[in-house]
C-alpha cells in the first residue's frame, strides 16, 4: 500500500499488533498483559487496514495519477497490469492482518 499519500507507512495500529513478539523478548515479565491485550490490538489493526484498503482499492479504480506514474506513457495493458498487481496485493494484506489474530 506504500505509494499511496498517507500509507507511505504501516499503520500504527498494525505496527503494534506486529511488535507484541519483540516486546515479550524485551520485557518477557509482561506477557500476561501483552497476550491479553493482543486479541483486541490485531482487531483494531485489521480495522485500521480494512479502511486503508477502502481508500486503496477506490484510488486504484480511478487510476489515481501517484498510483499510476507516467501514466500517459503506458498502454491499457500495462495500467491493468499494475491496477491487478495493487489489488491483489491488497487482498494479500487484508489476508495477513485477518490471518493473525
Do not use: C, N, W
Not at 499511496?4 to 507507512?9: H, I, K, V
Not at 491485550?37 to 487496514?49: G, I, K, W
Not at 494484506?93 to 493473525?100: E, K, S
Request: glycine content about 2%; aromatic content about 4%.
Amino acid at each position: 500500500m506504500a505509494p499511496f499519500e498517507r500509507m507511505q507507512q504501516a499503520p500504527d495500529e498494525l505496527v503494534r499488533a506486529a511488535q507484541t513478539g519483540s516486546r515479550l523478548g524485551y520485557v518477557p515479565e509482561t506477557a500476561k498483559a501483552e497476550l491479553e491485550a493482543f486479541s483486541a490490538q490485531a482487531a483494531l489493526a485489521e480495522q485500521v487496514v480494512k479502511a486503508d484498503a477502502v481508500q486503496l482499492q477506490a484510488a486504484v479504480q480511478a487510476e489515481k495519477k501517484s498510483l499510476f506514474f507516467g501514466q500517459k506513457h503506458k498502454t491499457l495493458e500495462q495500467k491493468q497490469k499494475i491496477k491487478d498487481t495493487l489489488l491483489q496485493a491488497i487482498d494479500q494484506a487484508l489476508t495477513l492482518v485477518h490471518d493473525a489474530q
